[in-house]
């Protein structure tokens, strides 16, 4: 009882945001903005520098621990609880494939009941693996971000692969549940309210109305 109180979905809803914001609070002190006034131009430019708040060591502590509770630990729990999945429904589809066998006559399977078994392998694992090959690099950029680095041109070129890789990782795996998912299609179709020639699964289409013609013959007086 005190379990379901305490974990509502409108309190987890409500929580997660305000802990993200606690916990990157301090990040906001990272950098400020100069003011800097060029004399023989008679400009004022604006400069964004960094404190000695990044030279401390106990910054360099909370960066990894920031990088480790919101890119290490999803990627753990994403690719394990993927496992598991897949183990759990492979097992369970082996035993649906031996009662099926038993029961028919000539022993052969047919291999279109078992297509979704297939679709779920290739959904769980390529979700998985684009999770860890496009985040890792965002983890690494964020843990060695620094001002010396920022100066060194290789530097850049993986700072801005790193970003090009967690964009990837956002806007693929859209298409990823589009392609291997029919229940996810069906559902975009029908929030769309978008329809085929083909019945789409889970709705039921009523039958047209068919014409009825009422003979009537005259009695003869």
């Known amino acids: 009882m005190f379990c379901k109180e305490t974990c509502s979905p409108r309190r987890v809803v409500v929580l997660i945001p305000a802990a993200t ?6 990040s906001a002190f990272r950098s400020e903005v100069r003011t800097c006034h060029l004399i023989p131009q008679n400009l004022t430019i604006y400069q964004r520098v960094e404190t000695d708040l990044i030279k ?17 630990i999803p990627i753990i729990l994403l690719a ?7 183990v759990v429904y492979r097992r369970s589809c082996e035993k649906r494939r031996r ?9 052969e399977e047919d291999p279109r009941k078992f297509a979704e078994e297939r679709r779920l392998v290739l959904l769980l694992g390529s979700t998985s693996i684009l999770f860890l090959v496009c985040i ?16 060194k041109y290789p530097y850049q070129v993986f700072r801005a692969l790193a970003n090009l890789l967690e964009v990837i990782n956002y806007s693929l795996t859209f298409y990823i549940y589009c392609l291997f998912s029919e229940d996810f299609r069906n559902t975009l179709l029908r929030t769309f309210h978008v329809t085929t020639s083909s019945h789409v699964r889970g709705v039921v289409k009523q039958p047209l ?8 013959h005259a009695r003869s007086v």
């Open 56 to 72: 401390h060591p106990l910054f360099s502590f909370y960066t990894v621990v920031l990088e480790i509770i919101f890119k290490v």
């Open 99 to 107: 009662m099926t066998l038993c029961r028919t006559a000539s022993g």
């Open 136 to 151: 890792t690099p965002m983890v690494i950029l964020n843990i060695t971000l620094s001002k010396d680095n920022l100066n």
């Open 21 to 26: 914001f606690i916990l990157y609070l301090p």
């Open 209 to 216: 109305p068919t014409a009825t013609t009422t003979i009537t």
């Open 80 to 86: 394990t609880l993927n496992l598991r999945i897949l």
